[in-house]
């Protein structure tokens, strides 16, 4: 068995313009919202090889992710009650362990968007060259990091992934991936942050949230399977 | 503005294989899920002509509807409380208005699912041919008197529309359409009952469910707009 | 067996400080959140007379409902899609039937909550004074009436029902009673009107939200049962 | 600011009869369902003392735990999709890091009921008499590490706490306190087990679910707070 999580969630910024979904040999799919509301599709896997393939047109707004900085850190009393299940700590973002070095660095800053970017800047900058320059995986780590911070401040954080195309600085020759980042809850709403670009950016297309990557897996397989490839492809068409 | 409930619904008997939609020109939309867990598609529509294109290829099981007859009524004290309010009156469905009535009718049938019979041949019988010949929103019509029925004798009763191919018999020349059903809760789970056809059938693709038509329209539109043709197609294929 | 719904919803204004629930005989009771999250309890009645008694001291702000008058109605491919639901007609508010009389009535006005006050004016002073006088069931059938103006005008509505001390002016010498309001959606939020009152007031308690009052009902018996009497008792401590 | 959880759940085998909450000084408070569904509490804590009081009144079966020995435990591919969640690791529960071992243990159990009971055999059998007799928390890691097994072995588990009255064999003479225990999906339903106790008992009263005891805590405290002293008191009256 394999569950899938292609499908852009419907209630981020972006608007989907066509789709299709399609497998080679076609399989029967379920398909059914997870505990965070992520649409998931569940098969079956034939013997032999299987390939999956979903397109999309989707619409993105001009605009880069707004600007939190001066969104208020909301007193702990004020944050709305289902909102505290993401200041706990999950299986890879053990905030209750890093609280005392969380409030060692962060503790002096303003309590608002900007102690979030002083979190994602340290995130960013203390890690070294060499792993940022390996990639795979990289936008996970940081993530979970960043999020775990977040949470030992007090602040909820929730895991993100989706696609999001290089075309704005700085220039990438590396090819698309998926990419993960996070969302942060200041004032009245969630506010993306993305620790491991480190940059507010245009055309994020957000398939799926959680806790943590625990909860949000572009493919995951039951059973034996054995996975040959993945080409993840976004492409900027200016005049759509 | 419109919304556009063209997608079938997750969680019934069928299960999806291949899908895409689209429009011309192409429209941003947006989705979410309705009240009642519909998947619902909305655009603001553009000057001019537009066009809207949904194909999917949908695996449904070769046995028909499951046979109800012998699932027992649930006294109304072991309904479970949130499906009490498929027991009320709705816009279409004026159960409160029915009430003697529908015991006088069916007050003596066995409390089970021969009491859902036994309203569905009532309403299918006492139907003029003429009515039944005229097709267009017949079966909406038949649907919500059969609801209004079940809601009067306290039984859980709701709207069900989709795409019913025309597979068995009786054999029928007309051209495919959506079609209107109802669901009703017997014992410990929903089953699928259907005034129109008053027969259990193979192949139903079920998209929205409701109170009445009122809670799942295919199409609806705000403000000026004028309808100029929808084309149905459901074919079978043995093969897949 | 019967549905009861005294406890105030966690959501609105008012804060719960103390509460306790009884009933002479004791009797075991099933609670659950019906489809719009209004806490119901529900009981098997014995045989003899029932008493069902729930005290609570609720804590309310000073101010009195929220100045609307300036929150502006959104265009209909604005409103959040789940919230649609509340701008169709339902048993009690056929706002398909009066769109006419709503736009030649209000279609003037100022599309804002200076529009939704033009309906509650409208109301409030088109029904005969004896119908107030009379009062039983009365701010029942303005909000249903102010309600159906609203869907028809594409603005979201529901109907509220509660709790509401006499506290302010007019001086009431009428017993305290359930009584019953509604919510519009203007911005990005829910406000407050009483069509009944035709004021801003304090202490509103809310118990249950719906389309309109078929979904909420304070006492909803199945099967034979004689009502004797109720006492709502609603008094203000300033001190707490 | 605290969090309490101390209001049975709804959606169990007891059934309310009288409740009452207050506290010493009296203090509003805000209600709140999490994301499992628990209804929690939540206070800022004045100056000073704080007392806090929850008294009911439960109507519980005779009849103890249902027996799940002969449930079948579903092929990973059957299991419904949003349960799915609780075959994941979490905080506590690290059942990726278990699987080898679970397997190795269990893997030649039944694939049933028979093997929760296994898994609990073992928790139980395992654990060192003075650990056991310590008591506090005891029941806690039990049910994580019986939850950890069955999530590696692809059961769905989720931790429960609650009241339980200790009234049946082995006679306990200590003080009744809070306990945890486990539920785990076989078949349609989901079963308790309960790996501390390793027997079926009478008298459950369950307040919380969750992934683990980081989701369900009935006392969680934000910022400074020194906790004096909590009663439990939990009595049975055959007469009721």
Request: net charge negative.
């Amino acid at each position: 068995m394999a569950t899938v999580q292609v499908r852009p969630r419907s209630d981020a910024r972006h608007q989907l313009v066509t789709e299709s979904w399609s497998t080679r040999p076609p399989v029967p799919i379920d398909e059914y919202a997870d505990y965070y509301g992520n649409p998931v599709k569940r098969l079956v896997m034939p013997q032999g090889e299987l390939n999956l393939r979903y397109d999309a047109v989707v619409a993105v707004p001009d605009e880069p992710d707004l600007d939190a900085s001066a969104a208020p850190q909301l007193p702990v009393d004020e944050i709305p009650g289902e909102l505290l299940h993401f200041t706990l700590p999950s299986r890879y973002c053990l905030s209750d362990q890093l609280m005392g070095m969380a409030w060692e660095l962060f503790g002096q800053t303003e309590p608002s968007g900007a102690r979030v970017h002083a979190v994602c800047d340290w995130v960013h900058d203390n890690t070294a060259v060499d792993v940022l320059e390996q990639r795979k995986g990289v936008c996970r780590d940081l993530a979970h990091l960043a999020i775990t911070f977040c949470r030992s401040l007090n602040i909820p954080a929730r895991y993100v992934f989706g696609y999001l195309p290089d075309l704005y600085v700085p220039p990438d020759p590396a090819p698309m991936d998926f990419a993960a980042w996070m969302e942060v809850y200041l004032g009245d709403r969630w506010w993306t942050f993305d620790p491991r670009n480190n940059a507010r950016r245009v055309g994020r297309v957000l398939i799926g949230r959680g806790r943590d990557a625990l909860d949000v897996a572009m493919l995951t397989t039951f059973g034996p399977a054995a996975f040959k490839s993945m080409v993840v492809w976004a492409d900027l068409d200016k005049a759509s």
